[in-house]
Each structure stands twice: as structure tokens, then as C-alpha cells.
């Protein structure tokens, strides 16, 4: 990262940089795909017969609330993207009509914006995180309870509260991803929503990236309180970030097990953190 510093080295130079955006579109797509719809909702545990259209004779990318509804996504505009909703509900659509015919296509919408390069990452980061937190306004927690231990390690990436800067994250995930752990990417950084993900689910390693100088006074109760509500009760809390590149703390200052500013040496480290008694 440099939120965990995503690579060991300085630049080399465009073309490298080209195929670190190509790596990140395709990875926020699998995000999208296989993270931020199926696993924060478990919509198939939901939702077992066909959906109507919400108008059924207009395609669902064409309907102002769609068009409406993104374009205030992307710009952060809560009030307005959380008016729309109510609009729908209001109308008699269910809640289970408004995720999975609004709020999911839109949240595929908004990775193919960023992949032909008409929005930029912030914007479609914003928007998932707006769109997360409006479906658990929804009642859509996951169903799941807590996970259990598997054959693969878990793993949770997340900014600490305060920021967004997914970025780094996105790369860090790929890291483990290769090494055969089972990451999750939490695009939500709210204290509340880290500790209702792991509760939710069994994660052998929690990730947090810090960013800003302001978010370390906080970093000791965070771990402390993600320890206490996890699944897990010998959860490994490691921290990353830009912040640990200027300042010098230790991981026992924070409370927390490590601390990584290289994306490539967390990976192994960590897998060997994971194996010490």
C-alpha cells in the first residue's frame, strides 16, 4: 500500500502504471461481483422467486430513479440517493425490488463507469459506501451468523474510520489473493459496520489502514473493540498505511500484533504470524 504500502519501489514509469489501473478496474470488478452484492447481502438467501421490473416496459439502466440514483452515488449526495428510496418505497416497491433492481445494478453500473474511464476510483469507492450503508439501512445485515475456521486463511481489508482511500487496499487484496487467503475488501470504514462484519463472519486476520495522523489517537480502542466482537477470539489486527511511513510506532503501542508498510512482505508475514503459537 502505501496504504500498506502497495508496492516495495519507486515507479517505473508509465507503463507500469498503466498496468497497475488495468490490475485495480479488473479487481474492483471482482469486488462488485463477488464481494460487495453476493457476500455483504447473501441475497440468494433472500430472495428466492422472479423479481418484477420497476417499470417493466422500460429496461431497469434506462428509469430516471436509476439514472437519478447513480449520478448522486457518485457524487456523495446521501440525502438525495436515500430520497430516491423512499421514493420507491413509498410507491409499494419492497425492499427486496429496490436492491436487487436499483441499488445492485447500479453498483455494477458504477464499476463499468470507472472501466471506461468516465468516473474516477473515488467516486465509485464513494459510491459502493453509500450504497452499503443504504442496503443495511434496507434490514439487509447478512443472515449468516458467525463463520467458521476453513482450510484457507481469511483475511479483512479495511480503511480505518475517517478515510476512503481503497486504492491500495484493492492491490493489497490481489497480494493475498495470490498467496491463497480468502480476502474480503470492507468498503464501509465505520466503527460500527468493522464491528458488525466480524462478527458476522470468521476472519483469522483483520487489516487496517491508516491514513491520516488524526485516525491513530482512536487505533487502540478500534483493535480492542474488533478483538472483542470477533468471531474469531484469536483474531490476528494487523495495521498498515501512509501514516506508519512518517511515524514511528510500534504494534504493541496500538495494540495491535504487526505493523506493515510493504504490501509483499505483509503477505508472508502475516502467513507466518497466522502459524506462530
Known amino acids: 500500500m502505501s496504504e500498506f504500502s502497495a508496492s516495495g519501489g519507486p515507479s517505473n514509469g508509465l507503463n507500469k502504471t498503466g498496468s497497475v489501473l488495468s490490475d485495480c478496474k479488473e479487481s474492483l470488478s471482482a469486488v462488485i461481483e463477488e464481494q460487495i452484492i453476493p457476500r455483504l447481502l447473501n441475497v440468494q438467501r433472500f430472495f428466492t422467486g422472479p423479481s418484477e421490473a420497476l417499470r417493466d416496459e422500460v429496461a431497469v439502466d434506462e428509469q430516471p430513479e436509476f439514472q437519478a440514483f447513480t449520478q448522486h452515488c457518485l457524487s456523495g449526495n446521501a440525502l438525495q440517493a436515500n430520497q430516491i428510496v423512499d421514493a420507491l418505497s413509498d410507491r409499494g416497491l419492497t425492499h427486496d425490488r429496490i436492491f436487487l433492481e436499483l441499488i445492485t ?106 491514513a491520516i495522523e488524526a485516525q491513530l489517537p482512536k487505533l487502540p480502542d478500534l483493535i480492542a473493540h474488533l478483538r472483542a466482537q470477533s468471531g474469531n477470539p484469536k483474531v490476528r489486527v494487523v495495521l498498515g498505511g501512509p501514516i506508519f511511513l512518517v511515524h514511528a510506532l510500534t504494534a504493541q503501542e496500538l495494540g495491535a500484533d504487526a505493523i506493515f508498510t510493504d504490501a509483499r512482505e505483509a503477505v508472508g508475514a502475516v502467513k507466518q504470524l497466522l502459524r506462530a503459537p
Open 105 to 210: 445494478p447500479a453498483a455494477r453500473h458504477l464499476g463499468t463507469l470507472w472501466e471506461q474511464d468516465l468516473c474516477d476510483f473515488t467516486q465509485v469507492t464513494c459510491g459502493l459506501a453509500l450504497m452499503h450503508q443504504m442496503i443495511y439501512r434496507l434490514g439487509y445485515a447478512s443472515p449468516a451468523g458467525p463463520g467458521i475456521e476453513g482450510e484457507s486463511d481469511r483475511v479483512m481489508l479495511a480503511c480505518a474510520p475517517g478515510s476512503q482511500h481503497f486504492l491500495g487496499l484493492t492491490i493489497v487484496a490481489d497480494f493475498f489473493r495470490q498467496a491463497g487467503c480468502d480476502v474480503v475488501l470492507e468498503i464501509s470504514s465505520s466503527e460500527s459496520e468493522l464491528l458488525r462484519a466480524v462478527a458476522n463472519e470468521w476472519f483469522d486476520v483483520v487489516g487496517i489502514s491508516v
